[in-house]
Protein backbone atom coordinates (compact mmCIF):
# COMPACT_ATOMS: atom_id res chain seq x y z
CA UNK A 1 0.00 0.00 0.00
CA UNK A 2 1.63 3.30 -1.21
CA UNK A 3 1.71 6.74 1.04
CA UNK A 4 -0.51 8.27 -1.34
CA UNK A 5 -3.35 5.30 -1.86
CA UNK A 6 -5.52 7.34 0.83
CA UNK A 7 -6.13 9.88 -1.39
CA UNK A 8 -7.80 7.65 -4.33
CA UNK A 9 -11.39 8.40 -4.27
CA UNK A 10 -10.19 12.48 -4.24
CA UNK A 11 -7.75 11.47 -7.07
CA UNK A 12 -11.17 9.96 -8.56
CA UNK A 13 -13.04 12.89 -8.33
CA UNK A 14 -10.56 14.84 -9.69
CA UNK A 15 -10.39 12.58 -12.50
CA UNK A 16 -13.86 13.12 -13.51
CA UNK A 17 -13.41 17.43 -13.13
CA UNK A 18 -10.44 16.69 -15.82
CA UNK A 19 -12.18 14.39 -17.93
CA UNK A 20 -15.08 17.32 -17.92
CA UNK A 21 -12.86 19.86 -18.71
CA UNK A 22 -10.10 21.96 -16.82
CA UNK A 23 -8.94 21.80 -13.07
CA UNK A 24 -11.36 24.22 -12.16
CA UNK A 25 -9.23 24.45 -8.33
CA UNK A 26 -5.88 24.80 -9.94
CA UNK A 27 -6.78 28.04 -12.73
CA UNK A 28 -3.99 29.66 -14.40
CA UNK A 29 -4.18 32.70 -15.47
CA UNK A 30 -1.58 34.05 -18.17
CA UNK A 31 -2.36 37.70 -17.47
CA UNK A 32 -3.89 40.02 -14.88
CA UNK A 33 -5.09 43.27 -17.29
CA UNK A 34 -7.01 44.61 -14.68
CA UNK A 35 -9.13 44.47 -11.77
CA UNK A 36 -11.91 42.71 -13.59
CA UNK A 37 -10.06 41.28 -16.65
CA UNK A 38 -7.57 38.43 -17.18
CA UNK A 39 -6.61 36.45 -19.94
CA UNK A 40 -6.15 32.57 -20.08
CA UNK A 41 -4.33 31.87 -23.53
CA UNK A 42 -5.58 33.93 -26.04
CA UNK A 43 -9.05 34.50 -24.80
CA UNK A 44 -9.81 37.93 -21.92
CA UNK A 45 -11.70 36.75 -19.07
CA UNK A 46 -14.17 38.92 -17.08
CA UNK A 47 -12.63 37.82 -13.21
CA UNK A 48 -15.94 37.49 -11.24
CA UNK A 49 -14.56 35.17 -8.36
CA UNK A 50 -11.81 37.06 -7.20
CA UNK A 51 -13.33 38.32 -4.15
CA UNK A 52 -12.15 42.20 -4.95
CA UNK A 53 -14.55 43.78 -3.30
CA UNK A 54 -13.71 47.10 -3.66
CA UNK A 55 -11.17 46.94 -6.72
CA UNK A 56 -8.37 48.26 -5.10
CA UNK A 57 -6.13 45.54 -6.64
CA UNK A 58 -5.16 48.17 -9.67
CA UNK A 59 -5.60 51.07 -7.37
CA UNK A 60 -3.04 53.95 -8.38
CA UNK A 61 -2.20 54.99 -4.52
CA UNK A 62 -2.21 51.64 -3.40
CA UNK A 63 0.22 50.56 -6.18
CA UNK A 64 2.27 53.63 -4.99
CA UNK A 65 2.41 52.36 -1.58
CA UNK A 66 3.71 49.11 -2.57
CA UNK A 67 6.36 50.44 -5.09
CA UNK A 68 7.84 52.77 -2.64
CA UNK A 69 7.83 49.79 0.45
CA UNK A 70 10.24 48.27 -2.04
CA UNK A 71 12.52 50.93 -2.69
CA UNK A 72 12.82 51.68 0.67
CA UNK A 73 12.85 48.60 2.95
CA UNK A 74 13.13 45.56 0.23
CA UNK A 75 11.19 42.74 -0.97
CA UNK A 76 10.76 40.78 2.42
CA UNK A 77 11.93 40.82 6.27
CA UNK A 78 13.40 37.89 6.38
CA UNK A 79 11.80 37.14 9.83
CA UNK A 80 9.44 36.62 12.33
CA UNK A 81 7.82 39.48 14.20
CA UNK A 82 9.52 38.86 17.37
CA UNK A 83 13.07 38.80 16.10
CA UNK A 84 13.79 41.16 13.41
CA UNK A 85 10.52 40.70 11.03
CA UNK A 86 8.36 44.05 13.08
CA UNK A 87 8.86 47.21 10.65
CA UNK A 88 7.29 50.74 10.72
CA UNK A 89 5.26 49.51 8.58
CA UNK A 90 3.56 47.13 10.68
CA UNK A 91 3.30 49.05 13.73
CA UNK A 92 1.43 51.75 11.26
CA UNK A 93 -1.01 49.70 10.11
CA UNK A 94 -1.70 47.97 13.38
CA UNK A 95 -2.41 51.35 14.44
CA UNK A 96 -4.46 52.44 11.74
CA UNK A 97 -6.73 49.32 11.75
CA UNK A 98 -7.35 49.68 15.63
CA UNK A 99 -7.89 53.36 15.09
CA UNK A 100 -10.56 52.70 12.24
CA UNK A 101 -12.18 49.82 14.39
CA UNK A 102 -12.09 52.07 17.67
CA UNK A 103 -10.61 49.40 19.50
CA UNK A 104 -7.22 49.85 21.34
CA UNK A 105 -5.30 46.81 20.24
CA UNK A 106 -4.97 45.49 17.14
CA UNK A 107 -2.01 42.63 15.58
CA UNK A 108 -1.56 42.41 11.84
CA UNK A 109 -0.62 38.49 10.75
CA UNK A 110 0.98 37.17 7.49
CA UNK A 111 -2.24 35.81 6.24
CA UNK A 112 -5.85 35.95 6.41
CA UNK A 113 -5.38 31.84 7.26
CA UNK A 114 -2.76 32.86 9.32
CA UNK A 115 -4.73 35.00 11.49
CA UNK A 116 -7.75 33.02 12.69
CA UNK A 117 -4.81 30.07 13.25
CA UNK A 118 -3.05 31.94 15.47
CA UNK A 119 -5.92 33.94 17.37
CA UNK A 120 -8.01 31.43 18.19
CA UNK A 121 -5.76 29.28 19.21
CA UNK A 122 -4.21 31.85 21.46
CA UNK A 123 -7.40 32.68 22.80
CA UNK A 124 -8.67 29.18 24.02
CA UNK A 125 -6.45 27.24 26.32
CA UNK A 126 -7.25 23.86 27.88
CA UNK A 127 -10.53 24.98 30.06
CA UNK A 128 -12.03 27.11 27.92
CA UNK A 129 -14.88 25.92 25.12
CA UNK A 130 -14.94 27.15 21.84
CA UNK A 131 -18.66 27.47 20.21
CA UNK A 132 -18.06 27.58 16.58
CA UNK A 133 -20.72 28.30 13.89
CA UNK A 134 -21.54 25.00 12.06
CA UNK A 135 -20.49 26.77 8.79
CA UNK A 136 -17.23 28.14 10.11
CA UNK A 137 -14.31 28.82 7.52
CA UNK A 138 -11.21 25.96 7.54
CA UNK A 139 -9.04 28.51 9.17
CA UNK A 140 -11.15 28.37 12.41
CA UNK A 141 -11.83 24.90 12.28
CA UNK A 142 -8.00 24.75 12.24
CA UNK A 143 -7.43 27.31 14.93
CA UNK A 144 -9.67 25.04 17.18
CA UNK A 145 -7.31 22.04 16.23
CA UNK A 146 -4.47 23.32 18.02
CA UNK A 147 -6.12 24.14 21.08
CA UNK A 148 -6.55 21.95 24.01
CA UNK A 149 -10.11 23.54 24.37
CA UNK A 150 -13.24 21.41 23.67
CA UNK A 151 -14.86 22.70 20.88
CA UNK A 152 -18.83 22.59 19.79
CA UNK A 153 -20.37 23.26 16.84
CA UNK A 154 -23.86 25.15 16.84
CA UNK A 155 -26.41 25.76 13.64
CA UNK A 156 -25.65 28.27 11.21
CA UNK A 157 -26.69 31.79 11.91
CA UNK A 158 -28.50 30.71 15.12
CA UNK A 159 -28.55 32.11 17.99
CA UNK A 160 -31.16 30.66 19.82
CA UNK A 161 -29.26 27.08 18.88
CA UNK A 162 -26.32 28.90 20.04
CA UNK A 163 -28.30 29.98 23.63
CA UNK A 164 -29.35 25.82 23.48
CA UNK A 165 -25.95 24.67 23.47
CA UNK A 166 -24.60 27.62 25.99
CA UNK A 167 -27.17 26.71 28.20
CA UNK A 168 -26.18 23.06 27.73
CA UNK A 169 -22.89 23.07 28.74
CA UNK A 170 -23.43 24.79 32.00
CA UNK A 171 -20.21 26.85 34.22
CA UNK A 172 -17.51 26.41 32.58
CA UNK A 173 -15.19 25.35 35.68
CA UNK A 174 -11.90 27.44 34.96
CA UNK A 175 -12.35 28.35 31.59
CA UNK A 176 -14.60 30.89 29.19
CA UNK A 177 -16.78 30.24 26.12
CA UNK A 178 -15.79 31.87 23.02
CA UNK A 179 -18.12 31.99 20.69
CA UNK A 180 -16.70 32.17 16.83
CA UNK A 181 -19.08 33.33 14.12
CA UNK A 182 -18.24 34.95 10.93
CA UNK A 183 -19.81 37.80 9.26
CA UNK A 184 -20.36 37.51 5.44
CA UNK A 185 -20.20 33.58 5.06
CA UNK A 186 -18.12 32.93 1.85
CA UNK A 187 -19.89 30.45 0.50
CA UNK A 188 -22.98 31.23 0.19
CA UNK A 189 -22.86 34.82 0.76
CA UNK A 190 -25.59 35.06 4.07
CA UNK A 191 -25.01 37.55 6.95
CA UNK A 192 -24.57 36.81 10.43
CA UNK A 193 -27.51 38.40 13.16
CA UNK A 194 -24.57 39.65 15.02
CA UNK A 195 -26.64 41.68 17.31
CA UNK A 196 -28.06 38.59 18.08
CA UNK A 197 -24.87 36.81 18.69
CA UNK A 198 -23.71 39.25 20.88
CA UNK A 199 -26.62 39.19 23.01
CA UNK A 200 -26.84 35.49 23.27
CA UNK A 201 -23.01 35.37 24.19
CA UNK A 202 -22.66 38.19 26.62
CA UNK A 203 -25.95 36.88 28.91
CA UNK A 204 -23.94 33.73 29.10
CA UNK A 205 -20.51 35.75 30.24
CA UNK A 206 -18.79 34.33 26.75
CA UNK A 207 -16.49 36.38 24.59
CA UNK A 208 -17.77 36.98 21.11
CA UNK A 209 -14.96 36.77 17.77
CA UNK A 210 -16.28 37.93 14.56
CA UNK A 211 -14.26 36.68 11.34
CA UNK A 212 -14.94 39.79 8.92
CA UNK A 213 -12.62 38.92 6.21
CA UNK A 214 -15.41 39.07 3.75
CA UNK A 215 -17.06 41.76 4.99
CA UNK A 216 -14.63 44.10 6.05
CA UNK A 217 -14.65 46.95 3.72
CA UNK A 218 -17.99 45.98 2.53
CA UNK A 219 -20.39 46.92 4.81
CA UNK A 220 -21.03 49.68 7.74
CA UNK A 221 -20.82 53.35 7.28
CA UNK A 222 -17.08 53.33 7.52
CA UNK A 223 -16.52 50.24 5.90
CA UNK A 224 -15.46 48.04 9.61
CA UNK A 225 -17.58 45.32 8.62
CA UNK A 226 -20.95 44.08 9.75
CA UNK A 227 -20.72 44.85 13.45
CA UNK A 228 -20.74 48.25 12.51
CA UNK A 229 -23.18 47.85 9.66
CA UNK A 230 -25.52 46.40 12.72
CA UNK A 231 -24.47 48.90 15.11
CA UNK A 232 -22.63 46.73 17.74
CA UNK A 233 -19.20 46.98 17.12
CA UNK A 234 -18.13 48.57 20.25
CA UNK A 235 -19.78 45.27 21.79
CA UNK A 236 -17.72 42.66 19.81
CA UNK A 237 -14.61 41.35 21.74
CA UNK A 238 -12.60 40.55 18.63
CA UNK A 239 -12.68 41.03 15.03
CA UNK A 240 -10.48 39.47 12.21
CA UNK A 241 -9.83 40.22 9.05
CA UNK A 242 -8.29 39.26 5.91
CA UNK A 243 -5.94 41.65 3.86
CA UNK A 244 -6.71 39.87 0.66
CA UNK A 245 -10.10 40.66 -0.06
CA UNK A 246 -11.41 44.66 0.43
CA UNK A 247 -7.89 45.57 0.92
CA UNK A 248 -6.40 44.05 -2.52
CA UNK A 249 -3.07 42.97 -0.40
CA UNK A 250 -2.17 39.78 1.63
CA UNK A 251 -2.28 39.40 5.43
CA UNK A 252 -4.62 39.70 8.07
CA UNK A 253 -5.57 41.35 11.49
CA UNK A 254 -7.11 40.60 14.54
CA UNK A 255 -8.16 43.65 16.73
CA UNK A 256 -9.94 43.41 20.17
CA UNK A 257 -12.03 45.77 22.60
CA UNK A 258 -9.57 44.23 25.52
CA UNK A 259 -5.86 45.83 25.88
CA UNK A 260 -4.55 42.42 27.19
CA UNK A 261 -4.84 41.29 23.97
CA UNK A 262 -1.45 42.59 23.22
CA UNK A 263 -0.34 39.38 25.11
CA UNK A 264 -1.14 37.32 22.29
CA UNK A 265 2.27 38.29 20.47
CA UNK A 266 4.23 36.25 22.71
CA UNK A 267 1.79 33.19 22.81
CA UNK A 268 0.57 32.85 19.11
CA UNK A 269 2.88 30.14 17.77
CA UNK A 270 1.79 30.45 13.69
CA UNK A 271 2.20 34.12 14.65
CA UNK A 272 5.71 33.70 16.49
CA UNK A 273 7.02 31.09 14.10
CA UNK A 274 6.70 32.70 10.51
CA UNK A 275 8.33 35.45 8.37
CA UNK A 276 6.37 38.68 8.71
CA UNK A 277 4.24 40.33 5.93
CA UNK A 278 6.58 42.06 2.90
CA UNK A 279 7.08 45.97 3.45
CA UNK A 280 5.16 45.70 0.03
CA UNK A 281 1.90 43.76 1.52
CA UNK A 282 2.17 46.23 3.99
CA UNK A 283 1.85 49.14 2.58
CA UNK A 284 -0.52 48.88 -0.08
CA UNK A 285 -3.20 47.70 2.62
CA UNK A 286 -2.37 50.35 5.01
CA UNK A 287 -3.39 52.66 1.55
CA UNK A 288 -6.29 50.75 1.16
CA UNK A 289 -7.53 51.36 4.99
CA UNK A 290 -7.46 54.65 3.78
CA UNK A 291 -9.71 53.92 0.71
CA UNK A 292 -11.92 51.78 2.72
CA UNK A 293 -12.50 54.43 4.84
CA UNK A 294 -13.90 57.13 2.42
CA UNK A 295 -15.46 54.15 0.31
CA UNK A 296 -18.82 55.01 0.40
CA UNK A 297 -19.41 55.62 -3.42
CA UNK A 298 -17.23 52.11 -3.73
CA UNK A 299 -19.80 50.24 -1.48
CA UNK A 300 -23.18 51.76 -2.64
CA UNK A 301 -21.77 50.46 -6.42
CA UNK A 302 -20.87 46.97 -5.19
CA UNK A 303 -24.56 46.88 -3.59
CA UNK A 304 -25.97 48.05 -6.95
CA UNK A 305 -24.36 45.72 -8.93
CA UNK A 306 -24.81 42.98 -6.15
CA UNK A 307 -28.36 43.55 -6.63
CA UNK A 308 -28.75 43.74 -10.20
CA UNK A 309 -26.62 40.60 -10.87
CA UNK A 310 -29.10 38.54 -7.93
CA UNK A 311 -32.38 39.89 -9.94
CA UNK A 312 -31.16 38.67 -13.26
CA UNK A 313 -30.22 34.96 -11.83
CA UNK A 314 -33.12 34.97 -9.78
CA UNK A 315 -35.31 35.95 -13.03
CA UNK A 316 -33.53 32.93 -14.65
CA UNK A 317 -34.57 31.15 -11.84
CA UNK A 318 -31.65 29.68 -10.31
CA UNK A 319 -31.34 28.43 -7.14
CA UNK A 320 -29.64 31.18 -5.26
CA UNK A 321 -27.96 30.37 -1.78
CA UNK A 322 -29.02 33.41 -0.20
CA UNK A 323 -29.92 37.16 -0.18
CA UNK A 324 -28.20 39.51 -2.19
CA UNK A 325 -24.48 39.95 -1.14
CA UNK A 326 -21.00 40.65 -3.31
CA UNK A 327 -21.27 36.56 -2.75
CA UNK A 328 -23.55 35.06 -4.95
CA UNK A 329 -23.65 31.46 -4.93
CA UNK A 330 -25.54 29.20 -7.84
CA UNK A 331 -26.79 25.41 -6.48
CA UNK A 332 -26.32 22.90 -8.59
CA UNK A 333 -27.53 19.84 -8.63
CA UNK A 334 -24.33 17.58 -8.20
CA UNK A 335 -20.16 18.56 -8.85
CA UNK A 336 -20.00 16.87 -12.20
CA UNK A 337 -23.09 19.05 -13.71
CA UNK A 338 -21.13 21.48 -11.47
CA UNK A 339 -17.96 21.55 -13.29
CA UNK A 340 -19.29 20.89 -16.93
CA UNK A 341 -21.10 23.95 -16.23
CA UNK A 342 -18.11 25.86 -15.25
CA UNK A 343 -15.81 25.22 -17.82
CA UNK A 344 -18.70 26.31 -20.11
CA UNK A 345 -18.75 29.88 -18.21
CA UNK A 346 -15.04 30.10 -18.96
CA UNK A 347 -14.86 29.47 -22.74
CA UNK A 348 -17.97 32.07 -22.57
CA UNK A 349 -14.95 34.22 -21.53
CA UNK A 350 -17.10 34.33 -17.39
CA UNK A 351 -14.35 33.33 -14.60
CA UNK A 352 -16.13 32.03 -11.24
CA UNK A 353 -15.68 29.94 -8.74
CA UNK A 354 -16.61 25.73 -8.81
CA UNK A 355 -16.66 25.30 -4.96
CA UNK A 356 -17.41 21.52 -3.56
CA UNK A 357 -17.53 19.60 -0.63
CA UNK A 358 -16.18 19.64 1.91
CA UNK A 359 -15.48 22.66 1.63
CA UNK A 360 -19.19 24.03 0.92
CA UNK A 361 -22.23 23.97 3.77
CA UNK A 362 -24.70 20.93 3.36
CA UNK A 363 -22.83 19.17 0.54
CA UNK A 364 -23.64 21.64 -2.09
CA UNK A 365 -21.60 22.10 -5.27
CA UNK A 366 -21.78 25.30 -6.24
CA UNK A 367 -20.79 28.28 -8.75
CA UNK A 368 -20.10 31.08 -6.70
CA UNK A 369 -19.34 34.70 -7.74
CA UNK A 370 -17.66 37.09 -5.87
CA UNK A 371 -18.45 40.63 -7.30
CA UNK A 372 -16.43 44.08 -7.16
CA UNK A 373 -17.01 47.81 -6.78
CA UNK A 374 -14.96 47.65 -10.04
CA UNK A 375 -17.93 45.98 -11.96
CA UNK A 376 -19.75 47.96 -14.27
CA UNK A 377 -23.66 47.38 -15.57
CA UNK A 378 -22.43 46.14 -18.44
CA UNK A 379 -20.19 43.64 -16.85
CA UNK A 380 -23.19 42.29 -14.79
CA UNK A 381 -24.96 42.30 -18.25
CA UNK A 382 -22.18 39.49 -19.64
CA UNK A 383 -22.40 37.15 -16.24
CA UNK A 384 -26.07 37.38 -16.81
CA UNK A 385 -25.83 36.46 -20.55
CA UNK A 386 -23.37 33.64 -19.60
CA UNK A 387 -25.85 32.08 -17.48
CA UNK A 388 -28.60 32.91 -19.81
CA UNK A 389 -26.36 30.47 -22.72
CA UNK A 390 -25.88 27.90 -19.76
CA UNK A 391 -29.68 27.16 -19.65
CA UNK A 392 -30.49 27.60 -23.08
CA UNK A 393 -27.64 24.97 -24.19
CA UNK A 394 -28.77 22.72 -20.87
CA UNK A 395 -29.33 19.75 -22.84
CA UNK A 396 -26.45 19.59 -25.24
CA UNK A 397 -23.90 20.14 -22.07
CA UNK A 398 -25.40 17.44 -20.39
CA UNK A 399 -24.91 15.34 -23.38
CA UNK A 400 -21.48 16.31 -23.45
CA UNK A 401 -20.82 15.59 -20.00
CA UNK A 402 -22.08 12.15 -20.41
CA UNK A 403 -19.75 11.61 -23.53
CA UNK A 404 -17.15 12.93 -21.47
CA UNK A 405 -17.74 10.40 -18.32
CA UNK A 406 -17.83 7.21 -20.61
CA UNK A 407 -15.32 7.87 -22.89
CA UNK B 1 -30.04 5.61 29.25
CA UNK B 2 -30.67 4.85 25.63
CA UNK B 3 -29.60 1.20 24.49
CA UNK B 4 -27.05 0.50 22.23
CA UNK B 5 -29.36 -0.87 19.19
CA UNK B 6 -31.66 2.70 19.97
CA UNK B 7 -28.86 4.70 19.38
CA UNK B 8 -27.72 2.66 16.38
CA UNK B 9 -30.61 2.76 14.95
CA UNK B 10 -30.93 6.86 16.21
CA UNK B 11 -27.34 6.98 13.95
CA UNK B 12 -28.98 5.10 10.52
CA UNK B 13 -31.66 7.82 10.49
CA UNK B 14 -29.68 10.31 10.84
CA UNK B 15 -27.26 9.16 7.93
CA UNK B 16 -30.19 8.49 5.44
CA UNK B 17 -29.55 11.57 3.94
CA UNK B 18 -26.44 11.35 3.68
CA UNK B 19 -26.34 7.57 2.04
CA UNK B 20 -28.20 7.96 -1.24
CA UNK B 21 -26.50 4.90 -2.76
CA UNK B 22 -27.89 2.74 0.28
CA UNK B 23 -25.05 1.15 1.29
CA UNK B 24 -25.45 -1.19 4.23
CA UNK B 25 -24.84 0.39 7.69
CA UNK B 26 -22.95 -1.94 9.77
CA UNK B 27 -21.69 -1.57 13.56
CA UNK B 28 -17.96 -1.98 11.65
CA UNK B 29 -18.55 0.40 8.63
CA UNK B 30 -16.25 3.48 8.54
CA UNK B 31 -18.43 6.73 8.83
CA UNK B 32 -15.98 8.76 6.22
CA UNK B 33 -14.56 5.90 4.59
CA UNK B 34 -16.94 3.21 3.79
CA UNK B 35 -20.28 5.37 3.43
CA UNK B 36 -18.30 8.19 2.28
CA UNK B 37 -19.65 10.71 4.37
CA UNK B 38 -17.67 14.33 3.85
CA UNK B 39 -16.44 15.62 7.22
CA UNK B 40 -19.29 18.67 6.72
CA UNK B 41 -22.28 15.82 7.04
CA UNK B 42 -20.28 13.99 10.31
CA UNK B 43 -20.54 17.11 11.84
CA UNK B 44 -24.01 17.73 10.80
CA UNK B 45 -24.94 14.25 12.01
CA UNK B 46 -23.64 15.10 15.31
CA UNK B 47 -25.37 18.17 15.82
CA UNK B 48 -28.48 15.97 15.39
CA UNK B 49 -27.16 13.60 18.31
CA UNK B 50 -26.81 16.15 20.53
CA UNK B 51 -30.17 17.77 20.79
CA UNK B 52 -31.70 13.95 20.22
CA UNK B 53 -29.95 12.85 23.22
CA UNK B 54 -28.93 16.91 25.31
CA UNK B 55 -25.73 16.20 25.28
CA UNK B 56 -22.52 17.55 24.03
CA UNK B 57 -19.79 16.04 21.96
CA UNK B 58 -17.18 18.20 21.31
CA UNK B 59 -15.23 18.38 17.90
CA UNK B 60 -11.99 16.71 19.65
CA UNK B 61 -14.30 13.33 20.71
CA UNK B 62 -15.55 13.45 17.18
CA UNK B 63 -11.75 13.18 15.52
CA UNK B 64 -11.50 9.91 17.50
CA UNK B 65 -14.43 8.55 16.05
CA UNK B 66 -14.42 5.96 12.89
CA UNK B 67 -16.67 3.68 12.67
CA UNK B 68 -20.99 3.77 13.58
CA UNK B 69 -19.88 1.43 16.55
CA UNK B 70 -17.19 3.92 17.85
CA UNK B 71 -19.79 6.66 17.70
CA UNK B 72 -22.37 4.36 19.11
CA UNK B 73 -20.18 3.52 22.19
CA UNK B 74 -19.40 7.44 22.75
CA UNK B 75 -23.28 8.45 22.77
CA UNK B 76 -24.17 5.96 25.22
CA UNK B 77 -20.88 7.07 27.45
CA UNK B 78 -22.19 10.63 27.53
CA UNK B 79 -25.74 9.70 27.89
CA UNK B 80 -24.19 8.09 31.16
CA UNK B 81 -22.41 10.58 32.59
Known amino acids: MSLFDKYAPLQARVDVMMKIGKDALGVQFDDIISTTRGRIGNREILLAGTNNYLGLTFDEDCMSAAKNAVDNHGTGTTGSRIANGTYSEHIDLEKALADHLGMPSCIVFTTGYQTNLSAISGLAGDKDVVFMDADAHACIIDGTRLTGASTIRFRHNNPEDLDKRLRRQGEIEGGNALVVIEGLYSMFGDVAPIDEFVDVTHRHGGYLFIDEAHSYGVFGPTGCGLAEEQGVLDKVDFISGTFSKSLASVGGFCASRHPEFEILRKVMRPYMFTASATPANICAALAAVEKVKHGADLRANLKVRSEQLHKGLSDMQYDLCAEASPVIAVRRPNEAVAAMEWNALIEDGVYVNLAVPPGTPQSSSLLRISLSAAHTEEDINIILKAFNDLKDKQGSLMAEMGAKLQA | ?81
Do not use: W
Not at chain 2, 6 to 20: A, F, G, S, T, W
Not at chain 2, 34 to 57: K, N, P, Q, R
Open chain 2, 1 to 81: MPTRNEVYDKICELLEPYNPKNRPIEMSSGIMSDLEVDSTAVFDIIMGLEDHYDISIPMEMVSDIKTVGELTSAIIQLTSE
